[in-house]
């Protein structure tokens, strides 16, 4: 616990996401100072609000991040310090399950080939066997925690059957079947999509790897809306152009922004989205939100909320 904050910064990093502006107003009826700021006013805030990490943040109270993974930060310098790590989880489960519904609408309904077609001045009707209908199609949600569980309830309302991977393999509120970690492959074997939802540890670095991607059927597609690290981008890229998976949507990847050069680029059945999956006109209210209640907490003497360091 902290006191509360006299002064809190909105770092300019944000820009990415939301205009910093915008957030410092939102704050700006907070008993405390908010301000916009960059690297060097750092040194003047107890707080900072970011979405990249400064070594100067060592030397504040509290960082707060606007994305639920924080594994740029420090985690072992943050707690050797004393400073506190708090992040937005819980905020974008919703914005994204309606992001991955985007996605497999477009790859049901060929909607990726019409905006492509539209392109080049092209009236060309898919195939009359090409689109599909979603409800009776099965998603297998790798990860079943709150982005999980958010995808799951999206994809649910469209009548897809939902299956989750978790690591004890223990039943969630929403998934039909959850099959434990060490029963992946069996787990995505069967499914239409298997989307995966995970954070990057050392446990899911590359999980999604030659043998999972061979594990999956022939005509299932791959998602991704967690950490570009976990899927083996070269074995995912081999798998794609053997024909071994029906096609990808992938909002990150191993190295952001996805280079010029990578074959993902060119596959008529992969969309890419620039890591930008919870991106919607809300998200600098909802981090405000976040804000005002641990500042509140700070206040009372209480613990803060989305604490991970």
Same mark, same amino acid.
């Given at each position: 616990?902290?006191?509360?904050?006299?002064?809190?910064?909105?770092?300019?990093?944000?820009? %990415?996401?939301?205009? #910093?502006?915008?957030?410092?107003? &939102?704050?700006?009826?907070?008993? +405390?100072?908010?301000?916009?700021?960059?690297?060097?006013?750092?040194? %003047?805030?107890?707080?900072?609000? $970011?979405?990249?990490?400064?070594?100067?943040?060592?030397?504040?109270?509290?960082?707060?991040?606007?994305?639920?993974?924080?594994?740029?930060?420090?985690?072992?310098?943050?707690?050797?310090?004393?400073?506190?790590?708090?992040? %937005? $989880?819980?905020?974008?489960?919703?914005?994204?399950?309606? $992001?991955?519904?985007? &996605?497999?609408?477009? =790859?049901?309904?060929?909607?990726?080939?019409?905006?492509?077609?539209?392109?080049?001045?092209?009236?060309?009707?898919?195939?009359?066997?090409?689109?599909?209908?979603?409800?009776? $199609?099965?998603?297998? +949600?790798?990860?079943?925690?709150?982005?999980?569980?958010?995808?799951?309830?999206?994809?649910?309302?469209?009548?897809?059957?939902?299956?989750?991977?978790?690591?004890?393999? *223990?039943?969630?509120?929403?998934?039909? /079947?959850?099959?434990?970690?060490?029963?992946?492959?069996?787990?995505?074997?069967?499914?239409? =999509? +298997?989307?995966?939802?995970?954070?990057?540890?050392?446990?899911?670095?590359?999980? =999604?790897?030659?043998?999972?991607?061979?594990?999956?059927?022939?005509?299932? &597609?791959?998602?991704?809306?967690?950490?570009? #690290?976990?899927?083996?981008?070269?074995?995912?890229?081999?798998?794609?152009?053997?024909?071994?998976?029906?096609?990808?949507?992938?909002?990150?990847?191993?190295?952001?922004?996805?280079?010029? /050069?990578?074959?993902?680029?060119?596959?008529? *059945?992969?969309?890419?989205?620039?890591?930008?999956?919870?991106?919607?006109?809300? &998200?600098?209210?909802?981090?405000?939100?976040?804000?005002?209640?641990?500042?509140?907490?700070?206040?009372?003497?209480?613990?803060?909320?989305?604490?991970?360091?």
């Amino acid at each position: 616990m902290i006191s509360e904050p006299d002064r809190i910064g909105v770092h300019e990093s944000v820009e %990415s996401v939301f205009p #910093p502006s915008e957030l410092a107003e &939102y704050l700006s009826e907070l008993p +405390v100072d908010v301000a916009v700021i960059g690297d060097d006013e750092i040194g %003047s805030c107890d707080a900072v609000v $970011t979405l990249e990490h400064r070594d100067a943040f060592l030397e504040c109270e509290w960082i707060h991040s606007i994305q639920a993974g924080v594994d740029r930060f420090p985690f072992d310098e943050f707690e050797e310090r004393g400073v506190i790590l708090t992040n %937005s $989880t819980g905020i974008h489960d919703r914005w994204v399950g309606e $992001t991955v519904a985007g &996605y497999l609408l477009a =790859f049901a309904r060929r909607l990726h080939e019409h905006v492509a077609n539209q392109q080049e001045r092209r009236w060309e009707r898919p195939e009359w066997d090409a689109g599909f209908t979603l409800p009776g $199609t099965t998603a297998c +949600v790798v990860g079943t925690g709150t982005l999980g569980s958010g995808v799951a309830e999206v994809l649910g309302s469209l009548g897809v059957r939902i299956t989750g991977v978790r690591r004890s393999g *223990e039943p969630v509120e929403g998934f039909e /079947e959850v099959y434990a970690s060490e029963d992946l492959l069996e787990a995505v074997a069967d499914a239409d =999509f +298997v989307i995966v939802t995970l954070p990057v540890t050392e446990e899911t670095h590359h999980m =999604f790897d030659a043998d999972v991607l061979a594990a999956m059927a022939d005509d299932a &597609y791959l998602v991704n809306v967690g950490r570009g #690290p976990v899927v083996d981008e070269p074995a995912l890229i081999e798998a794609l152009e053997d024909d071994a998976l029906a096609g990808a949507a992938l909002d990150v990847f191993e190295t952001e922004p996805l280079p010029e /050069e990578s074959p993902l680029w060119e596959f008529d *059945e992969v969309i890419v989205t620039p890591h930008c999956a919870a991106f919607t006109e809300d &998200y600098y209210r909802a981090i405000g939100d976040l804000v005002r209640e641990n500042v509140d907490r700070a206040e009372r003497g209480e613990s803060f909320h989305n604490r991970v360091a």
